[in-house]
């Protein structure tokens, strides 16, 4: 008794050819490419010497600036106190002459309006800061 393959090969090839033709790729779907930080830890430890504008839904800005020859234990500017966005592009500006590598955090409450978050994006850009990230905080399930 002998068993014929040859229809056995040619359903594989075409199994083959089925997976391939219908196999979606992963394509870039964002405007930009961005580079994701990798850590090897499990834990990451996030330093807070960095400064701080932080939006209210109501578009008011409040600035936390952590200078970086702060001694440890010392409080920093009052985060309570409301700036203008006159005074934010002037206290920035000043950050900017001390530090041009500054990393800047922009926070913004949940109903924070796009608008009011890219105005700052632009102000910090203006001035040339170059290190602007977002951090966020994963919602609880």
Do not use: C
Request: glycine content about 4%.
């Amino acid at each position: 008794m002998t068993l014929e393959v040859t229809s056995l090969v040619d359903v594989v090839f075409l199994l083959i050819i089925f997976l391939l033709v219908t196999t979606t790729f992963n394509k870039d779907e964002h405007a930009f490419v961005i580079e994701l930080p990798t850590s090897s830890s499990e834990q990451v430890t996030v330093a807070s010497d960095k400064t701080t504008v932080f939006i209210t839904r109501e578009g008011d800005y409040f600035l936390l600036e952590l200078p970086a020859d702060r001694p440890i234990g010392e409080p920093a500017l009052d985060p309570k106190q409301k700036v203008t966005q006159a005074q934010l592009e002037e206290r920035l500006r000043g950050l900017h002459r001390r530090d041009p590598d500054a990393s800047i955090a922009i926070r913004g409450e949940k109903r924070t309006s796009y608008q009011s978050m890219m105005d700052v994006v632009s102000v910090l850009q203006d001035i040339g800061f170059r290190s602007i990230w977002f951090p966020y905080e994963l919602e609880q399930q």
